[in-house]
């Protein structure tokens, strides 16, 4: 069996390691570039949302290098993230592929995918696949701990470069740790290495929450890299949505105690009540969160024609009203490029930076209200 | 005083109005319906709507925009799911917060849920029961209420079944005091066209720019996803490797393999919006699997604030034009 997982933010590296250790086949293709953006999107409906025509591509980069085996999680709705796997199934299987679609039918429910995996991995009894679950949930969770510390050191570091390598290196170690105790050092290590940078005083970068669909938050070929970049302009990123709390929250069995969605409905709850399908209660809840935390900005990411975060984006219009927030809502679809984005987000950071300066000037700060 | 309640005439209005409004007058109230749907109404919504909703979440904005100052309570219920195995639209799911964070100032939102699935369940009846506790402390009487409703939404779905349009189903199943009786036009021997969509679709003739009867006028009898009977649907689904969880969805996939099955359908057309995310899939699946079946031609037409009569009329005549050469090429084979 030659395995195969469309590329989402660091999952590979979780996973890839891992399973190879215990012998399964796993095909990486290349990293998605336009080239796969482009095979996804000649097969797909036309309006599809850019993560289904993203991972189209992959898998058909993955099944030309010779993967017989895709895992794609499937889903119960309301969001169309669900159908994925049967309407790729069945686009790729009519353009003559031949390989077994594994999806975890509900990914509410454990005992599926863990049967799944079960099946994929070859082992034995069900607690080996629970342990091998877990600890790749924890690997992502390390490098989701990371990937936060670096957004925290970068905008403050004094010797430019230096968190970048330190990145780097903690995403190394991390890899490289096959075992639970060698994670928890890892993670020590990393904790170290990040403290030990020298930060340059006084610095108050401006902050931006990156908030909307998982896939597009997550995916640097789908957003266009938008984190990293707007962290090595100087600016602390906040993430609404992190792979390993996704995770987490989505399943019955939760190896972490902290709970994102819960902590996001109850910010969001005087705006919406029931959350609206995929990332919607995490974007208006860490919206207001965020703002309640001084943040300077949210940049709001989704695809084009994403029925969940429309609602949220119609609802985010009167939370940005209340709460005196810039929202900068980036529509991203296969004909976004680089260039485009970035003339928005210079722009947007400008507005940040120039609304803070008068903020502080004195001469222009708030009526104080009786 | 009677306490009006307003009803917009939109989305699930097309599917739900027996009940509601059979219930609502039994507990007192007097329900107020916005007027059908104008030119006016969907600009108006569209200019406070966020630009890449569809097109008739921007119209129910305009229908609660034209009724907000007649009214003292607005009923805009919030439908998660009314099955267990699918859910409605993402939109429907957050509508009341939609419309509350939209359209200010509001009179009072009646948006308790129904929810079937998983987290925070509230089943129909119960739903009903709580709406009912608004308006009357009489428990029973809130009961024999929602009782009535259902029978005359009974009625009307039935009589939409036996292929009867819906103002007809509406008319007949709101005003006969026992089982309404009606009867679909057009005679038997007629080809049909099968007309794939949701309900505010087929049925708001703003919104589809008086499809039917176009294609009437054209000598086809017009059969459409409310035609089906569940079961019909059903059948249909369980053919797919994977069901359909979205409960229009379903209906819309179902009704078009349905059609696809039926010799008397001549071709199908698919109402949908510009940018609706399901139809993306239930499209790619319908017309994949229609394919397969036979040679029962598809149309796919796809509505936005921007979509002009002309344009209607000239897809829709080449497309029976395309049917009628195929029938004659079909006979010229026979004989």
């Known amino acids: 069996m030659k395995l195969s997982v469309p590329y989402l933010g660091m999952l590979h590296l979780a996973y890839a390691r891992v399973l190879r250790n215990l012998g399964v086949d796993v095909i990486l293709p290349p990293k998605p570039t336009e080239k796969t953006l482009n095979l996804g999107t000649k097969y797909s409906p036309e309006f599809a949302c850019l993560p289904f025509k993203l991972t189209l591509g992959n898998m058909i980069e993955a099944l030309d290098l010779g993967a017989n085996a895709i895992f794609m999680p499937g889903g119960t709705g309301p969001c169309r993230f669900g159908y994925y796997d049967a309407v790729q199934d069945q686009i790729l299987k009519s353009l003559g592929y031949r390989f077994t679609m594994g999806s975890a039918e509900n990914p509410d429910c454990l005992s599926d995918m863990l049967h799944l995996m079960k099946r994929i991995a070859g082992f034995r009894t069900k607690g080996a696949l629970f342990k091998l679950f877990y600890f790749i949930l924890l690997r992502l969770s390390c490098l989701d701990y990371a990937l936060g510390r670096y957004f925290s050191a970068k905008p403050r570091e004094a010797i430019s470069n230096e968190a970048d390598r330190v990145f780097r290196e903690s995403i190394q170690l991390i890899d490289s740790s096959l075992s639970f105790p060698g994670l928890l050092r890892a993670r020590l290590k990393v904790s170290s290495l990040f403290r030990k940078i020298a930060l340059k005083p006084g610095v108050n970068p401006l902050r931006i929450g990156i908030i909307g669909e998982l896939f597009m938050t997550v995916e640097p070929s789908a957003n266009t890299g938008i984190d990293m970049r707007l962290a090595r302009m100087g600016i602390e990123v906040w993430k609404s949505v992190w792979l390993s709390d996704w995770l987490n929250d989505r399943f019955r069995f939760k190896p972490f105690t902290r709970n994102q969605l819960k902590l996001s409905a109850r910010y969001a709850y005087p705006y919406l009540r029931f959350p609206a399908g995929g990332e919607s209660m995490e974007s208006v809840g860490k919206t207001v969160l965020f703002a309640k935390r001084g943040v300077d900005g949210i940049i709001h990411i989704f695809p084009f024609t994403c029925m969940p975060e429309l609602v949220a984006q119609t609802i985010l219009a009167k939370v940005q009203r209340d709460l005196d927030i810039p929202i900068l809502t980036l529509i991203f679809d296969e004909h976004t490029t680089q260039g485009g984005v970035d003339t928005r987000v210079e722009a947007f950071i400008d507005l940040l930076e120039r609304r803070r300066r008068s903020r502080s000037s004195p001469m222009a700060a708030p009526p104080e209200r009786g | ?335």
């Open chain 2, 1 to 335: 005083m009677d306490l009006k309640v307003g009803i917009p005439r939109g989305l699930l209005y097309y599917r739900y109005f027996p009940l509601w409004q059979t219930f609502l007058q039994e507990l007192g109230c007097e329900v107020v319906l916005s007027t059908p749907t104008t030119k006016e109404m969907v600009n108006r919504g569209a200019s406070v709507a966020v630009s890449d909703l569809c097109l008739p979440v921007k119209a129910y904005f305009g229908h609660i925009m034209s009724l907000r100052d007649q009214v003292d309570l607005l009923f805009v219920p919030r439908y998660v799911s009314v099955e267990e195995d699918a859910y409605m639209c993402p939109k429907f799911l957050g509508l009341p917060d939609m419309v509350a964070s939209t359209i200010e100032p509001l009179p009072p939102l009646i948006d308790y849920l129904i929810n079937y699935k998983g987290w925070k369940k509230m089943t129909e009846p119960q739903f009903y029961e709580k709406v009912g506790t608004l308006f009357s402390r009489d428990s029973g009487k809130v009961k024999r209420a929602y009782q009535k409703g259902l029978e005359k939404q009974k009625d009307f779905r039935r009589l939409q079944q036996k292929a009867v349009s819906f103002e007809e189903a509406l008319a007949l199943s709101l005003s006969s005091p026992g089982r309404a009786k009606g009867q679909g036009k057009g005679n038997a021997g007629q080809p049909k066209i099968g007309l794939v969509g949701r309900p505010y679709y087929l049925n708001d003739p703003f919104l589809n720019k008086g499809l039917s009867g176009k294609i009437e006028a054209k000598g086809y009898r017009v059969v459409t996803t409310e035609s089906l009977t569940e079961l019909e649907v059903d059948r249909q689904i369980s053919k797919l490797s994977k069901r359909v969880y979205w409960s229009f969805g379903k209906e819309m996939v179902g009704s078009a393999l349905h059609f696809a099955g039926d010799p008397e359908v001549k071709g199908i057309i698919n109402l949908a919006s510009f940018g609706c995310g399901q139809d993306s899939f239930n499209w790619e699946i319908v017309s994949h699997h229609v394919k397969m079946m036979g040679k029962t031609p598809v149309l796919p037409l796809i509505f936005d604030e921007h979509w002009s009569d002309g344009g209607l009329l000239t897809r829709l005549e080449a497309f029976l034009d395309l049917i009628t050469r195929r029938e004659r090429q079909n006979r010229k084979e026979k004989g």
